[in-house]
Every structure is written in structure tokens, then in C-alpha cells.
Nanobody, 123 residues
Framework: VQLQASGGGLVQTGGSLRLSCAAS????????MGWFRQAPGKEREFVAA????????YYADSMKGRFTISRDNAKNTVDLQMNSLKPEDTAVYYC?????????????????WGRGTQVTVSS
């Protein structure tokens, strides 16, 4: 399974970005999908996840109400809409796939990872 994240960039505080992750080489509709991020000098952090059906989602507390995860199983994509961005949201964002439909925050349970996309929020 190959995952490719895109959509990162530079945005001002309060702005929005939409990240997308395209999957190939596997059966996307059978995977739970997650987004994680890692800022310089910090550990990787859970952002959000969505079950294979798309009906259930889970967010880190600091992202609730600002970020929205969604997926399109017909297009093999999972998106992360990020609103009201803050400088502390600056990080490399990664998408990940989990083959057992686990959609929680434990990163080691995810089976496939894509290369990240850089998000920088200026103050």
C-alpha cells in the first residue's frame, strides 16, 4: 500500500488548509485511516482517524471543532480539513492506514505510512 499526502503549505494564523492522502496498491475501503503530525523536536502526535466505512471518526482533543477528517472510498482518498490554524499546528502531517479497522491514536498499530506534507502556520 502506498500513501501520498499532499496539500500542505504556508498559511497565516486563523487560516485553513485541506490535506489529502491518496492510496494505491491495496484495498482502501478495508482500511481505517489516520492522520498524525510531528513537529521539530517533538514526538509524533495523533490528529484524527476514520473507520473504513467513514461513519465513525475520532479526534485528538486539541483538534476537535477545528479539524475534520473525511474519506472517499471510490477515489481512495482521505482528507483532513484544517480550520482556525494556529502556529502550534506547524508540523509535518502524515497519513496512515490500519488494516484491522482500528481508528485510534496509537501510531504503532497503523500498518502503512505515507510521506508527510509540511504545514507551516505563521503568526
Amino acid at each position: 500500500v502506498q500513501l501520498q499526502a499532499s496539500g500542505g503549505g504556508l498559511v497565516q494564523t486563523g487560516g485553513s488548509l485541506r490535506l489529502s492522502c491518496a492510496a494505491s496498491g491495496g484495498t482502501f475501503s478495508t482500511y481505517a485511516m489516520g492522520w498524525f503530525r510531528q513537529a521539530p523536536g517533538k514526538e509524533r502526535e495523533f490528529v484524527a482517524a476514520i473507520r473504513r466505512s467513514g461513519r465513525e471518526t475520532y479526534y485528538a482533543d486539541s483538534m476537535k471543532g477545528r479539524f475534520t477528517i473525511s474519506r472517499d472510498n471510490a477515489k481512495n482518498t482521505v482528507d483532513l480539513q484544517m480550520n482556525s490554524l494556529k502556529p502550534e499546528d506547524t508540523a509535518v502531517y502524515y497519513c496512515a492506514a490500519e488494516t484491522s479497522d482500528y481508528y485510534g491514536p496509537i501510531s504503532r498499530l497503523y500498518d502503512y505510512w505515507g510521506r508527510g506534507t509540511q504545514v507551516t502556520v505563521s503568526s
